[in-house]
């Protein structure tokens, strides 16, 4: 069996369908009504090599808010979903993945514990129709809904499209080695035996 996931979720603010498969080749389908996010998303997905296919029909006449949380919410839970057991996987992957002027450092460990450690200044609201308070909502949904320990910290940049995108990036990276099998690992990487 692949480690995929597919999830549905339907509220009042958003309704989302969500397929993931971490073993992907990068191929992604993004349609949440925010071009600037869709743009992060398939970012996200050819550079963790994770194929995503994502719809997310949003209540945009108030703002971006619910649209990002939770899409974050539903990747983080078919991150989850996708990982079962966690048997064999690396657990710890990292990446301090410079663009241009711009230097992003990502942790990720798929502890069961969910932290977000978040340290990146944007200096303005918008970059397109994304609002940029919402990169920090739209982390601390995935690493809440997945149960990961998640770290991301401005090492340097100006321009807020290349730390945002070096942001996309560097999680992408982080994640997919994570994520990755190792042959030397039997069962989990943990003393305790469960993640």
Known sequence: MGRSADISR???ETD?????DLDGSGRAEIQTGIGFFDHMLNSFARHG???LSLSVK??????????VEDTGIVLGTAIK???GSKASIKRYGSMILP???TLILCAVDLSGRPYLGYDVLLTTERVGDFETEMLREFFYAVSYASEMNLHIRKLAGENNHHVIEGTF???AKALDEATSPDHRITGVLSTKGTL
């Open 58 to 67: 949003g209540d945009l006449h108030v703002d971006t808010h619910h649209t």
């Open 99 to 101: 663009m241009d002027e």
């Open 81 to 83: 979903q996708a990982l």
């Open 10 to 12: 339907e509220t009042r």
């Open 169 to 171: 990036k560097a999680f």
């Open 49 to 51: 090599f994770f194929d």
């Open 16 to 20: 989302i369908r969500l397929k993931l």
